[in-house]
């Protein structure tokens, strides 16, 4: 179910789901990637273990949440948005799983406020802070998006988005993704980019991190390739690790049934 509330003038939407049971064992936040919405998040819904609640919050600029105003616009103001919305539901302390962009702002989240969170979920993500050819690739976004606006960001992206497997047998997935990140806003667009282009190097967070952890990666994922992943889980102690065959960077769309497999099991065995 969708719901809004007002931080510091501005609406936040989120999308609010319980997994059933006769008590609440947990809340878990997920947090999208990008260009997307809390909507990626819809194959997962129907997965939660009894007694886990989900919040997926659209991301400042996409989706229903307004756009965020601080300039220059940083990927600390998604973070603080999220600690907004556990303020805003009572929740003193929650699992965060962050795919791609959503595991930065769970980095950011670590960072800003560490004992907010039970545990981690970092999907198709990682640590550090984008390279110079990796910038370079952020202004041919931008410049993809004052051209061709949000359809064109979507086509150029859906390539490296989404693994070969998908791409080939799976029509549904991609026409998915197309429509989702074609129809985010412009702005949320631009200020996305700049905040990952700006975002800092969360290295030296892995160490730091004491909580239940599960980093999960598509095998064929070829903006956050499985080494990636190898290194944070060895990064950081105790941390689980899910490969998922079949799969590119959006990893949960494209092979939701193992994605929620992992899930699940994470949940139900390391919060019992």
């Known amino acids: 179910m969708r719901h809004h509330f007002d931080h510091d003038g501005r609406a936040i939407s989120y999308l609010e789901v319980s997994g059933g ?3 609440l064992r947990g809340t878990l936040i997920l947090l999208h990637a990008f260009p997307m919405a809390a909507a990626m998040w819809e194959p997962q819904f ?7 609640r989900v919040l997926a919050p659209d ?7 307004s756009t965020g105003t601080s300039d220059p616009p940083r990927i600390d103001d998604y973070a603080r948005d999220v600690l907004a919305l556990l303020d ?3 929740v003193d302390a929650a699992v965060v799983g962050g795919l791609s962009m959503g595991g930065y702002v769970a980095f950011a989240l670590h960072r800003l406020a560490s004992t907010r969170l039970r545990g981690l979920i970092l999907a198709d993500t ?11 690739g952020r202004q041919k976004t931008l410049d993809t998006l004052d051209r061709e606006g949000p359809a064109g960001v979507a086509d150029a992206m859906l390539p490296k988005l989404l693994g070969s497997t998908s791409r080939g047998t799976r029509p549904e997935v991609v026409s998915k993704v197309r429509e989702l990140a074609s129809a985010q806003p412009p702005e949320g667009i631009r ?4 905040s990952l282009r700006s975002r800092p190097d969360s290295t030296p967070v892995l160490g730091e991190i004491t909580v239940p952890a599960l980093i999960i990666v598509g095998e064929e994922d070829e903006i ?12 950081i102690a105790g941390a689980g690790l899910a490969l998922i065959g079949g799969a590119g960077h959006l990893s949960n769309l494209e092979q939701p049934e193992a994605f929620n497999i992992a899930l699940s099991r994470f949940l139900s065995t390391r919060f019992a």
């Open 59 to 65: 991301l400042a600029g996409f989706g229903e949440s």
């Open 191 to 194: 200020r996305a980019v700049l």
């Open 88 to 90: 805003h539901r009572r």
């Open 126 to 136: 990682r640590p550090e802070a984008d390279s110079d050819p990796a910038r370079a």
């Open 46 to 52: 129907a997965a939660l273990p009894p007694g886990w």
């Open 224 to 235: 956050t390739a499985p080494e990636v992943a190898r290194h944070m889980h060895g990064q």
């Open 21 to 23: 049971g006769e008590r």
